[in-house]
């Protein structure tokens, strides 16, 4: 025991927020929000409030090092500790990846897990912070459970928490918190042992000797010590190679998006004639990944496709997977070789925690979602260096580069011309009046003829989780045309300022056909019309997307 920290518990008395609905992925705000008095307390008060039996057990906590993570850890390791749990893990300096989270709850057995994390999002003292409750499966709470914490906290009169000081997260070891030992482990260890079990670490060893060039940018934030020890230590990349991987609190002032506009350094030095063979690079919490073998960027949705197609080559993966599963705005890649592999398919809604229950019950190994999250049922959030790892596997067992993997992929399955459009930061009333206006003439748009095709259906997306039983209305409009392709809209449900209208834009084009084609030109059709259909401008007095990927 390094210290025992003598305290009491104390009740204090708090008023509610009307504003802590979770979205996409747990509660995200600027740092300014929850550096309000009581605002993060209240939070955590009402997610223990709907939890039931965690008296005595162990509560994982953890973020990816951006502003605030350190403050907020102590703020939440008070409450927990005053509300009766017997034990924390808390990752060294307060840092873990979500997909680690994830794995050490699950591998010690606890009750749930913290993480703190705004993922892609811009950190620093301007920037934004978040926070999500993980169950005891290590997956993101379910809408069920995430309602009710909504319910609870719109109500809250008090919250529960110590008048004792702060932990050290910089001490490996335990200390006492009250009732409740913290104890503060290596964030690394135990994910890296996984990914050795996973993967064939010796013949990437051996790939990499022999000459494969490889980068990878832990973009400042919380990969870069996970890349050291897996990258660098156990597979012998050259230590110059892992670039950005000291973690900072405001990831260097970049946006820690994996994507080719905010990673762009590491993507242009793959697309070059003569750079590395594969360029990778993960997001703010390491759950997301960016894959770019030499002049062939690849798509997340095709990378989800390829990977179902080649798990069987890595030792996790050998005896094939159960099923697969993607959210509906993915593109339809992967359904090929579902359909092929006569693997069953499930079409969820955006957002990783509608993927536990079909990784819990066996139903599918593997999943994934056109945002650069690819990941399988070793944990339950999807991971960045996961992905990596397997298409380092999956190149070193095949012995070809990216480009002729990805062709030679196409040339069997077709492929699937995909892009996706955001507007950020619109009005969010105007946004809802496009989403509402556009729902209203879902009816007329049906026959109707188009630059893109003729309109064949038009519906609001709702998912049916047969596990649990639960109904999740309105999750984006999907408008099908005839020849295969597909419009998709939604509103984002992690960003914290305005509106962000999503548009996906998908263009099927079969085995035989032209697979080499420039996206932006291949789907150039459907993306004008994806514009008049939903009268963006109008709308939005936005004419052009201002990120596309
Ligand atoms: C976005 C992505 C979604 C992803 C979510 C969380 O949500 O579209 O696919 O699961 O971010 O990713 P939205 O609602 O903004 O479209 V991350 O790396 O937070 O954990
Ligand atoms: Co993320």
Redesign the pocket.
Same mark, same amino acid.
């Given at each position: 025991m390094k210290a025992c920290l003598m305290a009491n518990v104390l009740t204090i008395s708090t008023s509610a927020f009307d504003d802590q609905k979770p979205?996409?992925?747990?509660l995200r705000k600027k740092v300014t929000r929850f550096q309000e008095d009581h605002y993060l307390e209240n939070f955590v008060q009402s997610v223990f409030a709907c939890l039931d039996g965690f008296a005595g057990k162990t509560l994982v906590v953890g973020g990816d090092g951006r502003f605030h993570n350190d403050v907020a850890i102590q703020t939440i390791l008070k409450v927990a500790a005053a509300n009766g749990f017997g034990r924390a893990l808390v990752g060294l300096g307060g840092i873990l990846s979500?997909p680690a989270v994830s794995h050490l709850i699950r591998k010690t057995e606890s009750f749930g897990g913290i993480i703190l994390?705004?993922?892609?999002n811009p950190g620093g003292p301007d920037g934004d912070f978040?926070i999500k409750y993980n169950t005891a499966n290590g997956g993101p709470a379910t809408e069920v459970l995430t309602d009710r914490f909504y319910e609870y906290s719109r109500t809250i009169t008090s919250y529960k928490t110590l008048d004792g000081l702060d932990v050290d997260l910089e001490q490996l070891g335990t200390q006492r918190l009250g009732s409740m030992d913290v104890e503060i482990v290596d964030p690394v260890e135990d994910y890296a042992e996984l990914m050795e079990t996973l993967f064939d670490f010796g013949a990437i060893r051996t790939f990499v000797k022999s000459g494969f060039k490889f980068k990878f940018d832990a973009m400042h934030a919380v990969t870069g010590p996970y890349a050291k020890e897996i990258f660098t230590k156990r597979l012998g990349v050259p230590a110059s190679d892992v670039l950005n991987a000291s973690p900072k609190s405001d990831f260097g002032g970049g946006h820690p998006d994996p994507n080719p506009i905010h990673a762009q350094k590491i993507f242009d030095m793959a697309m070059s004639g003569d750079g590395p063979d594969l360029c990778a690079a993960s997001?703010?919490?390491g759950?997301?990944n960016l894959i770019v073998g030499r002049k062939c960027f690849v798509a997340p949705s095709d990378s989800l496709a390829a990977i179902a197609a080649n798990a069987h080559l890595t030792p996790g993966y050998g005896n094939g997977l159960k099923g697969v599963g993607r959210?509906m705005?993915t593109s339809g890649a992967v359904d090929k070789v579902a359909e092929a592999k006569g693997l069953p398919l499930y079409e969820t809604p &955006? /957002?990783?925690k509608f993927f536990g229950n079909l990784l819990d019950s066996g139903d599918i190994t593997l999943c994934g979602?056109?945002?650069?999250?690819t990941g399988s049922d070793h944990v339950r959030e999807?991971d960045g260096l996961w992905a990596v790892l397997m298409w380092l596997n999956i190149l070193a067992a095949r012995k070809q580069s990216v480009a002729e993997i990805m062709m030679d992929h196409w040339s069997i399955y077709g492929r699937n011309y995909y892009a996706r459009h955001d507007y950020e930061e619109v009005d969010a009333a105007a946004a809802k009046e496009l989403m509402a206006a556009l729902e209203t003439g879902l009816g007329s748009l049906v026959g109707q003829e188009t630059a893109a095709g003729i309109v064949k259906t038009a519906d609001v997306f709702s998912y049916y989780d047969s596990i649990d039983e639960s109904f999740t209305d309105n999750q984006g409009i999907r408008i099908l045309f005839e020849n295969g392709s597909r419009i998709v809209y939604?509103?984002?449900? &992690? /960003?914290t300022v305005g509106a962000?209208l999503?548009v996906y834009l998908e263009r099927y084009e079969p085995a035989e056909g032209d697979l080499a084609q420039d996206t932006s030109e291949a789907i150039a059709d459907l993306v004008s019309v994806s514009k008049s259909l939903a009268s963006i401008d109008r709308f939005t007095g936005r004419s052009e997307p201002n990120v596309i990927t």
């Open positions: 979205g996409t992925s747990g979500t994390s705004a993922s892609h978040g997001d703010g919490d759950d997301r959210s705005p &955006t /957002g990783w979602e056109e945002s650069a999250g999807k939604r509103l984002s449900g &992690t /960003g962000t999503r």
